[in-house]
C-alpha cells in the first residue's frame, strides 16, 4: 500500500498570513503516460464531510476561491493558502488514487494564530 | 444540487452484521463510480471501498475484505455497504461519496455519513 505522509500535523497560523502544509508519498504517484499526479486535497470542518478542493495535484475544484493552490509532482505535495482567512480553519487531507487502497493521510489542522 | 443520504448506521455487537444505504439525487447515478470512506471518532479518513457505474469492478480495504461488501442498484439510485462479521475497530462514521465524471476515483460530493458503533 502507499503510506501518504502529511506535516505537519498542526499549524497556527495569522490570518492574512500564508498556510503551507506538505504531504509526502511513499513511492511516486506520477503517471509518467499522461504526466498526472494521482493526488487530491480535502478540507473537513468540524461536524461535517470532507470537502473536495484540488486534484490531479493542482487543478482547483469548481468553487474554490483562489487562495487554494497545490503543487509537486511524483512523491512530494504541497497545499498552499495564500492568505489564511477564518473559515479556513479546518483538518486538510491528502489522498492518493494511483492504486488501491487509495489511501489518506493522517491530516494536518489547521488553527488560527 | 446533488444529495447523498447516507442511513443504517447504529449499535451492534461484536460479529454482527449491519446493512448500510446510501441515496444519491439530483445527479445521473449510474454516470458515477461510488466509494465508501469511513472515519474512527477523533481520527482521520479511511477509503474502505469503491465500485465502478455497473458494478462490473469493485476494491477494497484490505482490513474489510470477505467481511464487507460494497453493491448498487442504479434503478433505485442507490448504493449499499453490507457489513458481516464487525470488530470494535469498524466503528467509525460512513460516508458515501460520488465519483467525479470524468475519472470516478475523484471524490467530488459526499453524504453526512452514518455512526456506525460496534460494541457489547
Keep these: 500500500d502507499i503510506v501518504m505522509t502529511q506535516s505537519p500535523d498542526s499549524l497556527a497560523v495569522s490570518l492574512g498570513e500564508r498556510a503551507t502544509v506538505h504531504c509526502k508519498s511513499s513511492q511516486s504517484i506520477l503517471n509518467r503516460s499522461n504526466k498526472k499526479n494521482y493526488l487530491t486535497w480535502y478540507q473537513q470542518k468540524p461536524g461535517q464531510p470532507p470537502k473536495l478542493l484540488i486534484y490531479w495535484a493542482s487543478t482547483r475544484e469548481s468553487g474554490v476561491p483562489d487562495r487554494f493552490s497545490g503543487s509537486g509532482s511524483g512523491a512530494d505535495f504541497t497545499l498552499t493558502i495564500s492568505s489564511l482567512q477564518a473559515e479556513d480553519v479546518a483538518v486538510y487531507y491528502c489522498q492518493q488514487y494511483y492504486s488501491t487502497p487509495h489511501t489518506f493521510g493522517q491530516g494536518t489542522k489547521l488553527e488560527i494564530k | ?120
Design chain 2, 1 to 120: 444540487e446533488v444529495q447523498l443520504v447516507e442511513s443504517g448506521g447504529g449499535l451492534v455487537q461484536p460479529g454482527g452484521s449491519l446493512r448500510l444505504s446510501c441515496a444519491g439525487s439530483e445527479f445521473t447515478f449510474d454516470n458515477h463510480w461510488m466509494s465508501w470512506v469511513r472515519q474512527a471518532p477523533g481520527k482521520g479518513l479511511e477509503w474502505v471501498a469503491n465500485i465502478e457505474h455497473d458494478g462490473s469492478k469493485i476494491d477494497y480495504v484490505d482490513s474489510v475484505k470477505g467481511r464487507f461488501t460494497i453493491s448498487r442498484d442504479n434503478a433505485k439510485n442507490s448504493l449499499y455497504l453490507q457489513m458481516n462479521s464487525l470488530r470494535a475497530e469498524d466503528t467509525a462514521v460512513y460516508y458515501c461519496a460520488r465519483g467525479e465524471s470524468s475519472y470516478g476515483y475523484i471524490l467530488d460530493y459526499w453524504g453526512r455519513g452514518t455512526l456506525v458503533t460496534v460494541s457489547s
